[in-house]
């Protein structure tokens, strides 16, 4: 039970990280592709002010999804006026400055050798160190991500992002200002993001520049993909298939030399299928032209 329950925690995790890029990459057409780096700030921020100045994690949490928003906007403000490959190649850049500085500054960040002992969220004279008591923590925040990014896109702000999607010159003929619309998706998805890379910190107590590596971020956007692209409901499926069905391999008895390409291998057919079959992806409402 515990390990059927830590599978749905990181999974959880895994959905809120895939809500907030489907903002980002569904709904406002951006092919955005260093979202972890935003999940990095978060984790770090909120573990070096709990290990090094005492700070709960109730405060760290949203300290450190503030910092991820304004990463966000620091990265975003110059790039977010580039389109297509050229947009995707500025974000995933963003993402290895990240990695190269969370591995590299060691006197802040310990490097390769990582932060142990981040403490858990504190609750009632306790705290919420066991699987049992982190799985509603968990649900809760992907319960409001969901919600609050159900509102936005259902919302006139969240229609104009799709006109964008859709076709930005219409949208700069309606007169709406595309480039400050863009930078807002790209700054709420950023926030979203850290909140997911701090509640993963202080779940697994450890971090280390590996948690958060370029290619998380294309595991992401795998996910967006194979749920769906404009659709948060296609989000959580893709998430939670993806982060379970791997999983599954480890019952098969493979050693990991084998099941590790493998796993690679599964993603890649499974995605070449979907891309032929149905290219916006199992409930996707939008696929790129």
Known sequence: MEYFLHILIIAEIYIILSLSLNLVLGFTGLPAFGHIAFAAIGAYTSSLLALNYGIS??????????????????????????KGDYFALATFGFGLIVYSI???????????????????????????DSVFSYFPL?????????FVLKRIVNSPFGRILQSIREDEIAALSMGKNVTKYKLIAFTIGAFFAGIAGSLYAHYITFIDP????PMESIAIV???????????????LGATILVIFPELLRFVGLPDAVAA?????????????????RPQGLIGKYKFK
């Open 261 to 277: 390409p493998l796993r690679q291998m599964i993603y890649g057919l499974l995605l070449i299928v979907l891309m032929i079959k």
């Open 138 to 146: 968990t649900t809760a925040f992907a319960l409001i991500t969901y």
């Open 102 to 128: 969370a591995k590299n500054w060691v006197e802040l960040t310990r490097g390769p050798m990582g932060l142990p002992g981040i403490p858990a969220f504190p609750f009632l004279g306790g705290s919420l």
């Open 210 to 213: 590996t948690s958060f590596m």
């Open 57 to 82: 994690p109730w405060i760290g949490l949203p300290v450190g999804a503030i910092l991820a928003a304004i990463g966000g906007i620091l990265i975003g403000f110059p790039s977010i006026r580039l």
């Open 222 to 236: 795998l996910m967006v993909v194979f749920g769906g692209m404009g659709s948060l409901e296609g989000s959580i």
